[in-house]
């Protein structure tokens, strides 16, 4: 038995010291990035993880200083290519070239990009078969000036935990030309597609996605897991980019809700239902508000496949459906809120402090205006105690963030 310990120990060791060489050469490898000048999208490509990491606490720490006390950053163990949405605008090139990838900063020319260490491999590999196929199938690549051509951008989707996989053709039209035999090349070459979709945007705009979606292959959405529950996702559901750290997140605010199956629960900006499907077993009951209805079609299917009975979702603002519960003297026990990166408003926080629930838990992905919003709050007799950074965007320099407000007559020593 010792000696079949010593054997484990040492193996073990030899797959952390094999990790550890991985991880120095993925940094490496990183470091080495040939557009990250021109992508924009890596802030901190000129430090290590460890370093950034501390970077985005001391940040967290200083724009909530008197507000709340900030805990150590909830880091990634492997950093790289977690990216489960990837998004490649395609553009011919003066030569005939076709390059495909992400516009330059503040330009809407496109850097190439064959492989990227924060996007998931199988979706760049797609990415790079559709590229490569399009001339054979003699498909015209947009142009933004002109206003003609046919293929904008193709946005790849990733489940996580079941593998599954989304491709998007973003077109200006429905006539795809040999829409089949594209299918079948595609799939030829990459087995793992699960469903194909055309989305069509014929209008003049920056938005990558149209309202008009055609399934070429497969059911139109793919699912993943998270926090246990099984979650649809359509070309334009909202969900987290980091499937990893998203679970990190929401797990550490479920447990500060601290529920006991007997609260009413309401979760303002709830997208597909992530957050309150992920907690309606610990909860009496869970309303869900999105303004999005694509979005509130799919949370009431995710509620339906995981067999989740006390819960229902309201399509409407937020801000208006808190006011309006306020005024009818309704109350929650618990209020989830995961506003965009403008943070909450005054209508809002108003609205949520009338209703008087006994704990506020905020996700925010910009520091600044948590600290704004959270000094409203305090106005309003709710205080915060402890703040949560979780890193969700490594190299990038946005942070997650999740503190827990309690009324003034109910806070916690």
């Avoid at 060791?13 to 050469?25: P, S």
């Avoid at 309606?280 to 995981?306: K, Q």
Wanted: charged share 30%.
């Amino acid at each position: 038995m010792e000696k079949e310990s010593i054997k484990n120990i040492n193996r073990k060791n030899q797959n952390k010291k094999k990790r550890a060489a991985e991880d120095h050469a993925e940094e490496t490898d990183f470091l080495k990035c040939p557009v990250y000048r021109k992508c924009g999208g890596c802030e901190f490509r000129n430090v290590t993880y460890q370093e950034q990491l501390e970077i985005k606490e001391s940040r967290v720490r200083r724009e909530l200083e008197g507000l709340a006390r900030t805990e150590k950053i909830a880091g990634m163990s492997y950093p790289y290519f977690y990216r489960n949405k990837v998004n490649a605008a395609f553009q011919r090139r003066r030569d005939g070239s076709i390059v495909s990838g992400v516009y330059e900063a503040g330009t809407h020319r496109v850097v190439p990009v064959g492989r990227c260490l924060i996007e998931d491999q199988r979706a760049d590999r797609i990415i790079g078969t559709i590229r490569r196929l399009v001339p054979s199938f003699r498909i015209s690549i947009y142009n933004e000036d002109s206003g003609y051509g046919l293929l904008r951008h193709v946005m790849i989707r990733v489940g996580h935990k079941t593998g599954q996989i989304l491709a998007v053709l973003v077109v200006t039209s429905p006539v795809f030309p040999s829409k089949n035999n594209f299918v079948k090349a595609l799939r030829r070459e990459h087995p793992e597609i699960t469903s194909i979709v055309l989305n069509v945007n014929d209008r003049n705009t920056s938005m990558v996605l149209g309202d008009r979606n055609i399934v070429l292959y497969g059911k139109g959405y793919i699912e993943d897991i998270l926090c246990g529950k099984k979650f649809r996702i359509s070309p334009s559901s909202f969900y987290q980019i980091n499937s990893v750290q998203t679970e990190v997140l929401y797990r550490k605010a479920i447990s500060l809700a601290a529920l006991t199956g007997k609260e009413k629960v309401l979760d303002a900006y709830s997208g597909i239902g992530t957050i309150g499907i992920a907690a309606s077993d610990s909860a009496g009951e869970v309303t869900c508000v999105e303004l999005n209805a694509d979005a509130v079609r799919d949370a009431r299917y995710n509620a339906r496949i995981n067999g989740v009975r006390n819960i229902r979702f309201c399509q409407d603002d937020a801000g208006r459906f808190l006011e309006r519960m306020a005024a009818e003297g309704e109350k929650a026990d618990v209020l989830f809120m995961d506003p965009p990166r403008s943070g909450s408003t005054e209508a809002f926080i108003n609205a949520a402090s009338s209703m008087k629930p006994d704990r506020i838990v905020y996700i925010s992905c910009n520091p600044e205006t948590l600290a704004r919003d959270l000094r409203y709050f305090r106005k309003r007799g709710y205080r915060a105690e402890k703040a949560y950074p979780v890193d969700m965007f490594a190299w990038s320099g946005s942070i997650e963030t999740v503190v827990a407000l309690h009324r003034e007559s109910l806070s916690l020593p």
